[in-house]
């Protein structure tokens, strides 16, 4: 049985952008880069695909790995640094360790193409292209006669 709901048109009533806000499975209060919180995703929808872009400055590509399991995507990052500092004259040394990850999961529906599912880096954005399935795209308009 279906059911209609009123949704605010602010994001399609799909289950990709449902449970965008439902389906992470790491609510990571932690820090993502210097006093942040994890990386932050735009999510749009066209007729033919939906597009993620996550905003992750300061990283390079081979920083993320990204997963589809089952119908989740799984984007994940791991930035590990060392820093070290000498005074001039040698009367100090300090090494400092730091360590960064993160992992976001979202829910795809089974309406996508998994198999061409595109994932570029560039200035600082991640940007994912996840193609529908032909029969999931939205059909044009269609009048009908009336007879």
Known sequence: MNTLVKKNNLFPSTSFFDDFFTKDLLDWPG??????????????????????????????????????????????AEIKKEDEQHSENGRYNRKEFSYTSFKRSFYLPNTIEIDKI???????????????????????????AIS
């Open 118 to 144: 595109k994932a570029k880096y560039h200035d600082g954005i991640l940007s994912l292209v996840i193609p529908k399935k032909e029969e999931a795209k939205r059909k044009p308009v269609k009048t009908i």
């Open 31 to 76: 820090s993502f880069t210097d006093g942040g919180t994890l990386p932050k995703v735009n999510i749009m929808e066209s007729a033919d695909n939906f597009e993620v872009e996550m905003a992750a400055p300061g990283m390079k590509k081979d920083d993320f790995n990204i997963e589809l399991d089952n119908d989740n995507l799984i984007i994940e």
